[in-house]
């Protein structure tokens, strides 16, 4: 157990590194889940476009849903977006910035999706078999077959078993084609890709330099702020529940034996100083709120009015009450009376 919250803690901690890990789990993942996948083509002119783009499309759209609902700041952002103005304004530039760092990490899995699903060709295969131009693998005998009836036979082209067409088109001639064009769209995607990511990476924080670290500064803030107060909350809520617990069994106890005195056993001072400074520290923690309509109403001004992001107004103070304090001392120097300086004889009897 000792093992599992120290993983957890350093996961808290690494936060950034762990969504890193995920993202390139979730990208293994959809390389994986599409190596298993039984590819089975409906090979109808009506259902072959459908099936195919389908399969090109749906699984990125769920994986993106995915690396949403797995990143832990999408509820900071909507907790950020929603909270009430209060003694804090909220930064639309900070909100843009953890909403494009979560968007950049959920692409990667759909990505990686469409570019195996590309280099692969099944559904590229699928569905544009039935609507491309195959003109050049038909045989020039059979050039007088319907629009209809050509479809069909091209509708049937993915699936080896049904195909029955061998003597009007070449079936390989023709998969090769399509799955040809099909790895140009995937390295095509890839550039790209690779491209915008370059772009979004490395030139914009050339552009907006200050405006780009500020932001990336306060969203660091926001999400530090959030789990400090969720940790506050939890060593609050320990901490009170423990003496909450300590005071209820010494109040049982005074009311079953009101009269019962125990002698006081010797050599165990170290042991109470320590269960002393144990009961002071839980104390501590309690930070003075000691009520549970105190507690609701900490937790209901935090939500509605966050405390303003202003810390030096406390040692503004005392640096103004040391300079008048300075000052008053050096005052108090010019205007003491010079002490006079008498000699005193002593004279011996003997």
Same mark, same amino acid.
């Given at each position: 157990?000792?093992?599992?919250?120290?993983?957890?803690?350093?996961?808290?901690?690494?936060?950034?590194?762990?969504?890193?890990?995920?993202?390139?789990?979730?990208?293994?993942?959809?390389?994986?889940?599409?190596?298993?996948?039984?590819?089975?083509?409906?090979?109808?002119?009506?259902?072959?476009?459908?099936?195919?783009?389908?399969?090109?499309?749906?699984?990125?759209?769920?994986?993106?849903?995915?690396?949403?609902?797995?990143?832990?700041?999408?509820?900071?952002?909507?907790?950020?977006?929603?909270?009430?103005?209060?003694?804090?304004?909220?930064?639309?530039?900070?909100?843009?910035?953890?909403?494009?760092?979560?968007?950049?990490?959920?692409?990667?899995?759909?990505?990686?999706?469409?570019?195996?699903?590309?280099?692969?060709?099944?559904?590229?295969?699928?569905?544009?078999? +039935?609507?491309?131009?195959?003109?050049? &693998?038909?045989?020039?005998? /059979?050039? %007088?077959?319907?629009?209809?009836?050509?479809? #069909? !036979?091209?509708?049937?082209?993915?699936?080896?078993?049904?195909?029955?067409?061998?003597?009007?088109?070449?079936?390989?001639?023709?998969?090769?084609?399509?799955?040809?064009?099909?790895?140009?769209?995937?390295?095509?995607?890839?550039?790209?890709?690779?491209?915008?990511?370059?772009?979004?990476?490395?030139?914009? +924080?050339?552009?907006?330099?200050?405006? &780009?670290?500020?932001?990336? /500064?306060? %969203?660091?803030?926001?999400?530090?702020?959030? #789990? !400090?107060?969720?940790?506050?909350?939890?060593?609050?809520?320990?901490?009170?529940?423990?003496?909450?617990?300590?005071?209820?069994?010494?109040?049982?106890?005074?009311?079953?034996?009101?009269?019962?005195?125990?002698?006081?056993?010797?050599?165990?001072?170290?042991?109470?100083?320590?269960?002393?400074?144990?009961?002071?520290?839980?104390?501590?923690?309690?930070?003075?709120?000691?009520?549970?309509?105190?507690?609701?109403?900490?937790?209901?001004?935090?939500?509605?009015?966050?405390?303003?992001?202003?810390?030096?107004?406390?040692?503004?103070?005392?640096?103004?009450?040391?300079?008048?304090?300075?000052?008053?001392?050096?005052?108090?120097?010019?205007?003491?009376?010079?002490?006079?300086?008498?000699?005193?004889?002593?004279?011996?009897?003997?």
């Amino acid at each position: 157990m000792d093992k599992f919250r120290i993983m957890v803690q350093f996961l808290q901690a690494n936060q950034e590194s762990f969504m890193n890990g995920i993202c390139g789990i979730m990208a293994l993942a959809s390389a994986q889940m599409y190596s298993s996948f039984e590819f089975t083509c409906p090979c109808l002119p009506d259902y072959n476009y459908a099936y195919g783009i389908g399969i090109l499309i749906v699984p990125p759209i769920w994986f993106f849903l995915l690396g949403y609902v797995l990143n832990n700041n999408i509820s900071v952002l909507t907790e950020e977006w929603k909270r009430p103005m209060g003694k804090r304004r909220k930064d639309p530039a900070v909100l843009r910035y953890m909403f494009s760092s979560m968007t950049q990490r959920a692409l990667i899995a759909p990505a990686v999706w469409i570019a195996v699903t590309l280099m692969d060709g099944k559904s590229f295969l699928c569905a544009f078999t +039935p609507t491309a131009d195959l003109s050049e &693998f038909v045989n020039e005998s /059979y050039q %007088s077959l319907s629009k209809n009836e050509l479809m #069909k !036979l091209q509708a049937r082209i993915p699936c080896k078993d049904v195909f029955d067409g061998h003597e009007i088109i070449s079936r390989e001639a023709a998969t090769r084609y399509i799955r040809c064009l099909s790895q140009a769209c995937g390295w095509t995607f890839l550039m790209i890709i690779t491209l915008m990511a370059f772009l979004i990476r490395a030139i914009r +924080p050339c552009f907006t330099q200050a405006a &780009f670290l500020k932001t990336k /500064y306060w %969203s660091h803030y926001v999400d530090t702020e959030r #789990k !400090l107060f969720d940790e506050t909350c939890k060593e609050h809520a320990k901490s009170f529940a423990k003496v909450c617990i300590q005071q209820y069994f010494e109040s049982i106890s005074g009311e079953i034996v009101p009269q019962l005195h125990l002698p006081i056993k010797k050599g165990k001072g170290k042991k109470d100083d320590d269960d002393g400074e144990k009961q002071k520290s839980d104390e501590e923690k309690l930070l003075g709120v000691r009520k549970e309509e105190d507690m609701n109403k900490v937790l209901w001004n935090w939500h509605t009015c966050k405390p303003a992001l202003m810390l030096n107004k406390r040692a503004e103070d005392m640096n103004g009450h040391a300079h008048l304090d300075t000052h008053s001392v050096s005052d108090e120097r010019h205007t003491r009376t010079p002490m006079k300086n008498t000699a005193v004889a002593y004279y011996s009897k003997v």
